[in-house]
């Protein structure tokens, strides 16, 4: 998928997945994919998509709503809230974020 934001495109086709999350079955309205990805420039986004019900749910109607996918650009202090929202334990991402990181 390739989005245009602030004047940057964001293409998952270009960029390197680092991790990824889902949630429920394709045929759950309430169902949520999301990947993290980075950019040969080093800005990160997620593309995420979702069905009706879901965060990403868009409305279409009066009182309908459909399943939509996004493209969202984050911040390192982002990728980190995601990481620890979603439970995220990837080695990958951890050498990703390695500089960013302490040890306990």
Do not use: C
């Not at 309430?30 to 990160?44: A, C, G, M, S």
């Not at 409305?59 to 493209?71: D, M």
């Not at 390192?76 to 995220?88: G, H, K, L, P, S």
Request: charged share 30%.
């Amino acid at each position: 998928m390739k989005r245009i934001h602030n004047g940057m495109v964001y293409d998952t086709d270009k960029a390197e997945r680092i991790a990824s999350y889902k949630y429920g079955d394709l045929n759950d309205a309430k169902y949520v994919i999301e990947e993290l990805y980075k950019t040969k420039n080093d800005r990160y986004f997620l593309y995420a998509q979702g069905g009706a019900l879901s965060e990403y749910g868009e409305k279409v109607g009066t009182n309908s709503y459909s399943g939509n996918s996004v493209i969202l650009p984050l911040s390192v202090d982002e990728v980190f809230d995601w990481a620890e929202d979603r439970n995220i334990n990837s080695q990958k991402l951890v050498e990703e974020l390695s500089d960013y990181l302490d040890e306990a």
